[in-house]
């Protein structure tokens, strides 16, 4: 029994690390995306539909004979729950990205959700905090600041700094997300719980979309590669992946298995765009890389003799 237990756990582990490989890439999508001019809500709604239609045939195969009609319902609650707080995060995400214009640096900003998530669960679950999650709150926004703000003889430029603080928030609403599906992914069908939130997170995109974007099939086969990429790899696999990896996994072992996003992020920037960070950035990384494991350490109180 505890054999098995370890090989789920290092199995959860390794799904996990493979959607953070797909998840940092797909920055370089989205950041293409942004170029091609399709707006971000309906990039996300194409993308996330694509995602889901992917799983329908998964779904009828693997948990068919596992779905009641209460397990449905609990599913549907769900993953209109979790497909709301995800749509806010990745759409704040692209607008960033847009006015960001680069994997690298959205990559390890986004990650900031990381270090959010340990004050978050004990907020929320009237925890004390650990001083070491202070401590890397304290050392994330020094990075952020190093990542975020240029120093010396480098121009000042507001709309990239906006960008930064869109993708601040999109963090926040990824903490939200992480939280809900350890909360909601064991009580229903994994897969047909991921299948739910993306299409629900699909349908409330397109809903913004009809208001705020250009809305064509030249718009549409202009972003054709970072849609499907997006869609198909990046939501139909690597979500669907952290649903199935959150099961036997605890949301801080989900947080530094997937903290590796923002590091594939700048190498897919590095590799497939010749992004360059320059050494206050690098400086800022390492700071950020550095407070994400410091948001997991736990300090042991000791026993009164």
Not at 129 to 143: Q, T
Not at 164 to 176: E, G, K, N
Not at 212 to 231: C, K
Request: proline share 2%; hydrophobic share 60%.
């Amino acid at each position: 029994m505890a054999h098995s237990s370890v090989y789920k756990q290092v199995r959860s582990n390794i799904v996990l690390l493979i959607a953070a490989v797909m998840w940092g890439f797909a920055f370089v999508a989205q950041v293409k995306a942004s170029e091609s001019g399709i707006g971000s809500f309906l990039f996300n709604a194409i993308r996330y539909i694509l995602g889901a239609v992917v799983l329908i045939p998964v779904v009828f195969v693997f948990e068919r004979k596992m779905i009641t009609r209460a397990v449905f319902r609990r599913s549907v609650v769900a993953g209109i729950i979790s497909g709301s707080v995800m749509m806010a995060a990745v759409n704040f995400q692209q607008y960033g990205i847009a006015m960001n214009k680069n994997a690298g640096t959205s990559g390890f900003i986004s990650s900031f959700y990381i270090v959010f998530i340990p004050i978050a669960s004990a907020l929320i679950f009237k925890k004390k905090v650990n001083i070491m999650s202070w401590i890397a709150v304290l050392i994330a926004f020094v990075g952020l600041f190093l990542i975020s703000i240029p120093l010396g003889s480098e121009l000042f430029n507001s709309e990239e700094l906006l960008g930064d603080l869109l993708l601040i928030v999109c963090a926040l609403f990824w903490t939200a997300h992480i939280l809900s599906v350890d909360r909601f992914s064991k009580e229903s069908c994994p897969i047909l719980f991921a299948f739910l939130q993306f299409f629900f997170c699909s349908v409330f995109s397109f809903v913004f979309s009809l208001f705020v974007d250009e809305i064509s099939l030249s718009v549409i086969s202009g972003s054709l590669m970072p849609i499907l990429y997006g869609g198909f790899i990046s939501v139909g696999i690597a979500y669907t992946f952290q649903v199935l990896g959150q099961r036997d996994a605890s949301a801080v072992v989900t947080s530094i298995a997937m903290a590796a996003e923002a590091v594939f992020a700048a190498l897919g920037g590095f590799l497939l765009m010749g992004e360059k960070m320059s050494f206050q950035q690098v400086v800022g990384a390492v700071l950020m890389s550095v407070a994400i494991l410091l948001a997991q350490v736990k300090i042991k109180k000791k026993e009164k003799l």
